[in-house]
């Protein structure tokens, strides 16, 4: 099982990025994948999570409005398209996987991919 994300990196202020969370090792649509974030200091927060049907997703509200989740099942993949970067977007996000849905344990984790918003 392997959840592997990338696209991070170093952006300025009002710039976007888009992260990539690739699957494998298991039946990607039959689970939930989320999104979580842990700035410097910060407790881990959950930033999104895609239902494993595809018909509903959840955003924080730090990031509703700027933030859009999707998800290509043909290629075992999620998105998270970040627009309007703020410097409090920058942590080290992080993909996972949930057999039992959004609102329960996630199973599988990425290693992380660091996201940096300049001033």
């Known amino acids: 099982v392997q959840l592997v994300e990338s696209g991070g990196g170093l952006v300025q202020a009002g710039g976007s990025l888009r992260l990539s969370c690739a699957a494998s090792g298991f039946t990607f649509d039959d689970y939930a994948i989320g999104w979580f974030r842990q700035g410097p200091g910060k407790e881990r927060e959950t930033i999104s999570c895609?239902?494993?049907?595809?018909?509903?997703?959840y955003y924080a509200e730090s990031v509703k409005g700027r933030f859009t989740s999707s998800s290509d099942n043909a290629k075992n993949t999620v998105y998270l398209q970040m627009n309007s970067l703020k410097p409090e977007d920058t942590a080290v996000y992080y993909c996972a996987a949930g057999i039992l849905g959004c609102r329960y344990e996630f199973d599988y984790w990425g290693q992380g991919t660091q996201v940096t918003v300049s001033s």
């Open positions: 895609i239902s494993s049907s595809g018909g509903s997703t």
